[in-house]
């Protein structure tokens, strides 16, 4: 059975935020739309993997020939531990790298500080023919920016509405922009901290400084919902992954790229060549 027959609500709609929106409604271990278990979950992930890999192979077939007029961006934001390095490796990863653009923005360097909180975004937009992968984005300049008051409030103010404009103006360019907050609870982050300083392999991913982030879940959650409800519009809406349940918050995401391909609807480039006539070149070569 593939994982569409699975879905008792698509994936876009199970997960897409509507207005009246609440996220301390949500269960981070709830599998919304998804009437699978984790067995079926991770069966119908492995089935997903071929048609993402054939619509992403005819995307980038389009860039290569410079005919291409569509691309998607998946923004992946979260706390730590919610599972954006494992939506990188077992989703995107199972399309071909050549065709994917992966951007982590990190503290902003001085250069970056003297522009508009956006200006280092703006370069990392994938070209057309691409897939753009934002693990972390410019959302960190709402969520860290407002809770650590790294900026004045004002200021982090003006930024939802240069969000909004800027998303927009990014969709206006043929860029399918998929928004997705991996939803894990805080006692789920305290079970995967603890299993990395448990584990020597596990310690590299370990940072002290989420030990106080922690201690401002709270804050951050509440940032999260204003970040949400601000900037999620018709053309860049936003989808709440519940994300304690590793198998499905993959699979979930894995559906929301292949819906964002199927509406592209890429097909293979036409040869701009006599097909029967460079085979009898061939032949005759």
Same mark, same amino acid.
């Given at each position: 059975?593939?994982?569409?027959? *699975?879905?008792?609500?698509?994936?876009?709609?199970?997960?897409?935020?509507?207005? @009246?929106?609440?996220?301390?409604?949500?269960?981070?271990?709830?599998?919304? @739309?998804?009437?699978?278990?984790?067995?079926?979950?991770?069966?119908?992930?492995?089935?997903? *993997?071929?048609?993402?890999?054939?619509?992403?192979?005819?995307?980038? &077939?389009?860039?290569?020939?410079?005919?291409?007029?569509?691309?998607?961006?998946?923004?992946?934001?979260?706390?730590?531990?919610?599972?954006?390095?494992?939506?990188? %490796?077992?989703? =995107?990863?199972? =399309?071909?790298?050549?065709?994917?653009?992966?951007?982590?923005?990190?503290?902003?360097?001085? !250069?970056?500080?003297?522009? +508009?909180?956006?200006?280092?975004? !703006?370069?990392? /937009?994938?070209?057309?023919?691409?897939? @753009?992968?934002?693990?972390?984005?410019?959302? !960190?300049? =709402?969520?860290?920016?407002?809770?650590?008051?790294?900026?004045?409030?004002?200021?982090?103010?003006?930024?939802?509405?240069?969000?909004? &404009?800027?998303?927009?103006?990014?969709?206006?360019?043929?860029? %399918? =922009?998929?928004?997705?907050?991996?939803?894990?609870?805080? +006692?789920? $982050?305290?079970? %995967? /901290?603890? !299993?990395?300083?448990? *584990?020597?392999?596990?310690?590299?991913?370990?940072?002290? @400084?989420?030990? +106080?982030? %922690?201690?401002?879940?709270?804050?951050?959650?509440?940032?999260?919902?204003?970040?949400?409800? *601000?900037?999620?519009?018709?053309?860049?809406?936003?989808?709440?992954?519940?994300?304690?349940?590793?198998?499905?918050?993959?699979?979930?995401? $894995?559906?929301?790229?292949?819906?964002?391909?199927? $509406?592209?609807?890429?097909?293979?480039?036409?040869?701009?060549? +006599?097909?029967?006539?460079?085979?009898?070149? /061939?032949?005759?070569?």
């Amino acid at each position: 059975m593939s994982s569409k027959n *699975r879905w008792s609500t698509p994936a876009a709609a199970a997960l897409s935020v509507e207005p @009246g929106f609440r996220l301390a409604d949500v269960d981070p271990r709830s599998t919304p @739309g998804y009437d699978g278990d984790k067995d079926d979950g991770k069966a119908d992930l492995e089935a997903g *993997r071929a048609p993402l890999e054939a619509l992403q192979e005819r995307l980038f &077939a389009q860039s290569v020939a410079g005919t291409a007029t569509g691309s998607v961006l998946l923004v992946l934001q979260a706390m730590d531990t919610a599972g954006k390095g494992g939506i990188v %490796r077992h989703v =995107v990863g199972a =399309v071909d790298p050549q065709g994917v653009e992966l951007a982590s923005f990190k503290k902003p360097t001085a !250069e970056e500080l003297a522009h +508009d909180f956006l200006w280092r975004i !703006e370069k990392r /937009l994938p070209d057309a023919g691409r897939i @753009g992968v934002f693990d972390r984005s410019h959302y !960190e300049d =709402v969520l860290i920016g407002r809770v650590r008051s790294l900026a004045p409030a004002d200021e982090i103010e003006r930024r939802y509405g240069a969000i909004v &404009a800027f998303e927009a103006q990014a969709a206006e360019m043929g860029i %399918r =922009v998929v928004k997705v907050m991996l939803h894990i609870s805080k +006692d789920e $982050q305290r079970e %995967r /901290l603890a !299993e990395r300083l448990d *584990r020597p392999d596990k310690h590299w991913k370990y940072n002290p @400084g989420d030990v +106080d982030e %922690r201690e401002l879940w709270d804050s951050y959650m509440d940032a999260y919902q204003v970040a949400i409800e *601000r900037t999620s519009t018709p053309l860049a809406p936003w989808h709440v992954v519940p994300a304690d349940r590793k198998w499905y918050a993959r699979l979930a995401v $894995q559906r929301l790229l292949i819906d964002a391909l199927e $509406q592209i609807n890429p097909q293979w480039p036409a040869a701009d060549y +006599d097909v029967e006539a460079e085979k009898k070149r /061939l032949a005759a070569s």
